[in-house]
């Protein structure tokens, strides 16, 4: 295990070289010149001399190559310039508002495993009963609603209509519960309906069969071996639905004004603030990234059968 981990950390160094290569040459590749967004958001009028000046300024007239390895050799020391809007230091920015955003999605997931767990052993548990029929139709439509209209439909009917909850803004617990439940909807639904069919299928594999031949108590064989088979795909697909739940957190930080990084970046995009978009882009696929590391690690403790070697993935 301990030398799968270094592997795949060392994986990393490769990976988010080539991310932040893309990331750079996308930006610059655009049609729009951060020269002139640095001279519209400073309120300077955009001759030819303030361009040339701005451009030496913002190190835009070196060559590409030599651009890149100044950005990359700042971004490792988590230097990522200065705003054009704020005129202060990027990274301050991000780290104000990121707790924001990992308290909105730590909220999320947290809600996606309470749900989806329990929806998916019950629907597997009454299968074909008008229980498992309830939870199927709501997974259906779940999957079925976007995440933005659903927002929207909470904040009419809990915020306006009943007054339950706050819409905009954030504080106690009241003002994540819409936020969050509008970001992992879809996650949840998907996920019951993954545990479900899972374990459906391991409740017919010849292992189950022979445990209940031999009087193991059913119990003992939902625990010990249904359930914590059917778990592994659900890992995996949790893993891949936290990229969702942060591009989720952004659109729930714009609908209900919450303070955080998504929020700031889709400012920032409109403002065409070519630093702070930098930033959030690299930011958030590090984040994406070592999740994914930790899906892989719990991956491989759920099953002990699963032998990382140097030629891949073997099953003992």
């Known amino acids: 295990m301990a030398k799968f981990i270094v592997k795949r950390i060392l994986m990393l160094i490769p990976m988010l070289f080539i991310v932040s290569v893309i990331v750079f040459l996308l930006l610059h590749a655009g049609p729009n010149d951060p020269a002139m967004s640095y001279l519209r958001l400073s309120n300077i009028p955009p001759t030819d001399a303030a361009l040339e000046n701005a451009r030496h300024e913002l190190g835009l007239d070196r060559p590409l190559l030599t651009q890149y390895i100044s950005w990359i050799s700042r971004a490792v020391r988590m230097d990522f310039g200065i705003s054009y809007v704020t005129k202060a230091p990027v990274t301050r920015h991000l780290l104000h508002y990121l707790p ?9 997931i947290v809600i996606m495993i309470v749900l989806s767990l329990p929806m998916g052993m019950l629907a597997a548990k009454y299968h074909g009963k008008w229980q498992d029929n309830v939870l199927r139709v709501f997974a259906y439509a779940g999957v079925s609603i976007p995440s933005f209209w659903f927002a929207f439909l909470m904040i009419f009917i809990f915020a306006i209509r009943l007054k339950w909850l706050p819409a905009l803004g954030m504080g106690g617990l009241r003002y994540v519960i819409m936020p969050s439940l509008s970001v992992v909807l879809m996650s949840t639904c998907i996920n019951a309906r993954l545990l479900r069919g899972n374990m459906l299928e391991q409740a017919n594999t010849r292992y189950v069969v022979y445990a209940r031949f031999r009087g193991v108590r059913e119990k003992y064989i939902t625990r010990h071996h249904i359930m914590k088979n059917s778990f592994i795909p659900v890992v995996t697909a949790m893993g ?58 719990l991956y491989a403790a759920l099953d002990p059968r699963i032998r990382y070697g140097e030629g891949g993935i073997s099953h003992a």
């Open 100 to 108: 924001n955003t990992l308290y909105l999605a730590g909220v999320s």
């Open 240 to 297: 891949m639905h936290i990229g969702e739940v942060l591009g989720g957190a952004v659109v729930a930080e714009v609908i209900f004004a919450w303070p955080g990084v998504g929020r700031y970046a889709v400012s920032a995009i409109n403002n065409r603030d070519f630093p702070v978009m930098q930033c959030f882009i690299l930011m958030m696929t590090v984040i994406f990234v070592l999740c994914n590391l930790v899906t892989d690690i």
